[in-house]
């Protein structure tokens, strides 16, 4: 394997400068050290070098340096962690190459892999992650490998922690900042956020965050009269957070909070390869030729996504132990409006031929409520003892109403069949009303014997209890029509962990770890079989599956040389992944089931090491290896793989390689004031969206299916001749990203330019497409190369 040449360069001028720093150590004492970085992953205060497993802390401060704007951004700049970028709000998270592929937005019941957390509060959702403001925060915890002894189920793969800023006694603060930034061929974004901490006697403080952000767009859609549409994909993302500490003793803090946020887009990332209703293969229609980051719609589409979290924290001090309470409730509200003209056409054509009603609008709505009450109590030690411990219950309650519905005007008529006599409202092909209920209980304890002032032994174990219930309706002439179906699925376990920590002196730790995580089970939903030729399932009589659950092993070691101002973090792990839930497509019946695949795993080596040699320079190299895949397969009865479910192949969604290197310059200058810049270059592997897509021949569209089983049938459709053949590459290619920052700062203000995407990469992000890819084939992007200035203000 061979690292790229961008992150070659970065780590060859680390060596140089800390070698040079090395040299001179003996004759000058220390100018600087790195910021010690505290942290809360083991549900109490630790410093992140003192923490016996894989953990990576991010500031605020070297969020803005990286150019990161959200949480996909981001993800380039931590070891071990990927996500699959579908649209904001859209984002799938995998860590260390645990992953079953892209969820796709009609499998409400799918679990997570990664737990989300909003300072205490869980705000997980399988698809839709919240896309969460990078603002006003003390940093972004990523808990790497299972965490399911502390953060249960949805951490089977680890966990990510937004840590906000919190209130602040006696202390009058404030920040605002702003930021314009112009796209190429795009529309213009930019942002303005702020911050006030208030004090309220002596005894309580109140802080506020508001922000409003504009989000360029940067996809063209090509319109059926030859228009082209700019920017359909730009959005806002507006919201506020209210806090407030009431500490009324030394022994008792009481902080109530309340998150909202709106997140508006007009459109998705997504750069078309190939519609059946605009296609240059056309004969008897007008070809369309569609470009980089340009697709073809004949309906506007986008998405809004309501979040809001009220929750409640309580901590009360009894000397030895303190004892905590967190109590949140979620809500959520999410409509994601598609426009199906083409999935619907290629059913429409499929019957009837050529008919006008083939380009007949046709829109499909995805409708998401979502209620989830949370609660858990917890005591744990205070201090450092010979034991440390902590012990606590958890409850939550999932309430998930989602619903789906495809107005098409007129096709009640078309098709002969009312929608009344088959569930639907009029003129809806297909209709899906479904009711989730889902508790989870939960009982956890954790402690840590400090055997000796070296030695360390950490245990932990979680019993946990999960239902789940739902309500489905389904129906229109596409469904299998159901009435009020009820269904139920349920499990229970234990979620151990060991580790073994040895701390040779202050400035190195080495540790072992044997670690289980989980993720629950649910109920498939019936294949369309009012759709031709989608009568059956190839994977039978799938109505639910199992819990899947991670053995994790590994080995770190934390290092800090040259007196602290060097941190080098290693880890090496193997994951042991039984019943992967893995999401395969009934081909063209546009529906999809979850897989259990019995055996797969997940086996690699991830590296971290930040150096600031004296006051000018500080650097920072991560990078991680996986080698992840499935070790087992699924066939059906003649033996043959199903779905890409084949022993060997590779884990979806996260790289074999993945790194980043960053450089960072302070030069002081009058007046108290630095000038500063940040060069970050980031490297992503190449993956796959599906284990289908990693079948032979699953890149083409065209008539001979027989010969190429894996290809997609080709509509003839707009006289497209039957000898065409549409090819395209499933492997999502490797991709590099340059970002850079400069500008002046004070302690009070600062003024910067930045320049992201620097060499402006296309790359292919996540692959996208409807009915087996014989509607349409797609690909999700990223931003282009994005100019931009911001300015911030401390008072």
């Known amino acids: ?82 996500i699959a970028d579908l649209g904001p709000g859209q984002s799938q998270i995998a860590i260390r190459g645990i992953s079953s592929g892209q969820v796709i937005r009609d499998q409400p019941g799918v679990k997570e892999q990664v737990g989300i957390y909003l300072d205490e509060s869980p705000i997980s959702v399988a698809l839709f992650t919240p896309d969460l403001e990078l603002f ?107 806090s407030m ?34 296609n240059p293969y056309m004969t008897t229609q007008p070809a369309v030729t569609i470009g980089d980051r340009q697709q073809y719609t004949q309906l506007r589409e986008g998405m809004s996504d309501d979040f809001m979290l009220t929750d409640l924290k309580l901590d009360y001090d009894f000397g030895p132990a303190t004892l905590t309470s967190i109590s949140s409730y979620t809500h959520r509200h999410v409509t994601v409006l598609r426009d199906a003209t083409q999935l619907t056409g290629s059913v429409t054509y499929q ?15 995805d409708r998401t409520h979502l209620n989830v009450i949370s609660q858990e109590l917890r005591v744990g030690s205070n201090g450092t003892n010979t034991i440390d411990w902590l012990a606590g219950g958890f409850f939550q309650h999932v309430n998930r109403h989602y619903g789906q519905d495809l107005p098409t005007a007129g096709y009640d008529a078309l098709i002969g069949v009312l929608g009344s006599a088959v569930n639907a409202p009029p003129d809806t092909p297909f209709y899906s009303d ?22 360390g032994l950490t245990g932990g174990l979680r019993y946990y209890k999960f239902d789940e219930n739902r309500v489905l309706n389904f129906g229109g002439v596409f469904a299998d029509v159901r ?17 073994l920590s040895y701390k040779a002196s202050e400035e190195a730790q080495f540790n072992i770890q044997a670690s289980k995580g989980f993720r629950l089970g649910g109920i498939n939903d019936p294949i369309n079989t009012g759709i031709p030729g989608c009568t059956s399932s190839p994977y039978g009589n799938l109505t639910s599956w199992k819990d899947e659950t991670t053995w994790n092993y590994e080995m770190g070691t934390k290092l800090q040389f040259l007196d602290r101002r060097l941190t080098l973090n290693v880890a090496a792990f193997y994951a042991d992944i039984k019943d992967l839930q893995a999401t395969v497509t009934v081909a063209a019946c546009s529906s999809r089931l979850v897989v259990n695949v019995p055996k797969a795993r997940s086996a690699g080596i991830e590296a971290e090491l930040f150096a600031k040699p004296n006051q000018t320079w500080d650097f920072g190299l991560s990078a991680t290896y996986v080698d992840a895949k499935l070790t087992s397969s699924v066939t059906d009865a ?16 996260a790289p074999k390689f993945q790194g980043v290197g960053s450089v960072g310059f302070t030069l002081p200058l009058t007046d108290k004031r630095d000038f500063f810049s940040v060069l970050t270059v980031q490297y992503v592997g190449s993956s796959y969206s599906q284990f289908e897509n990693e079948q032979p021949g699953f890149g083409q569209v065209r008539s001979d299916t027989t010969t190429y089983p894996n290809a997609a049938g080709l509509f003839q459709y707009g006289g497209v001749p039957a000898s065409t053949v ?6 999502l290619a490797s991709y590099s990203l340059g970002n850079i920052r400069a500008g002046v700062r004070t302690d009070r203000w600062e003024l910067a330019g930045y320049v992201s995407n620097i060499w402006d990469t296309n790359a292919n992000l996540a692959i996208d497409y409807e009915r087996g890819r014989r509607a349409r084939v797609a690909f999700l992007t990223n931003q282009p190369r994005t100019i931009g200035i911001s300015a911030q203000y401390k008072f």
């Open 434 to 455: 479904i009711v989730y209920s889902e508790k989870q209980y939960a009982l956890f304890g954790e402690a840590t014997w400090h055997m000796t002032d070296q030695w």
């Open 1 to 82: 394997m061979n690292m790229p040449r961008s992150l070659s360069t970065v780590g060859l001028a680390v060596a140089a400068v800390l070698a040079t720093s090395a040299a001179r150590a003996a004759d000058a004492p220390p100018v600087t050290t790195l910021e010690e970085v505290v942290v809360t992953a083991q549900k109490r205060t630790t410093s992140l070098q003192d923490v016996p497993f894989s953990v990576s802390a991010t500031s605020e401060q070297q969020i803005r340096n990286s150019g990161s704007s959200n949480i996909v951004d981001l993800a380039r700049n931590v070891a071990g962690l990927t």
């Open 726 to 731: 549409i090819n395209f590459d499933p492997k």
């Open 483 to 499: 009435v009020n179906v009820p269904a139920s699925v349920s499990s229970d376990g234990v979620s151990p962990r060991l580790i």
């Open 638 to 653: 003649a033996g043959n793989s199903l779905g890409g479910l084949q022993s060997g192949n590779q884990l979806p969604t």
């Open 245 to 278: 500490l009431w500490k009324p003793t030394e022994r008792l803090s009481i902080t109530p909070r309340v998150v909202y946020q709106s997140l508006q887009t007009n459109g998705f990332p997504r750069q078309d390869v190939y519609n059946i209703l605009g």
């Open 136 to 242: 006003d925060l003390e940093r972004f915890e990523v808990l790497r490998g299972p965490q399911g002894t502390l953060f249960g189920s949805g951490s089977s793969a680890g966990t990510l922690r937004y840590i906000t800023t919190q209130p602040k006694l006696g202390v009058f603060e404030g920040i605002a900042d702003a930021s314009l930034e112009e796209v190429k061929g795009g529309t213009d974004g930019g942002s303005i956020r702020g911050a006030v901490n208030l004090p309220v006697g002596d005894t309580a403080a109140v802080r506020f965050v508001g922000y409003q952000h504009h989000l360029p767009g940067f996809i063209d859609a090509i319109q059926p009269d030859g228009s082209v549409i700019k920017g359909v994909n730009d959005g806002d993302r507006a919201g506020f957070r209210l």
């Open 351 to 365: 019957i009837f031929g050529v008919v006008p009603q083939v380009r007949t609008d046709s829109p499909l709505f």
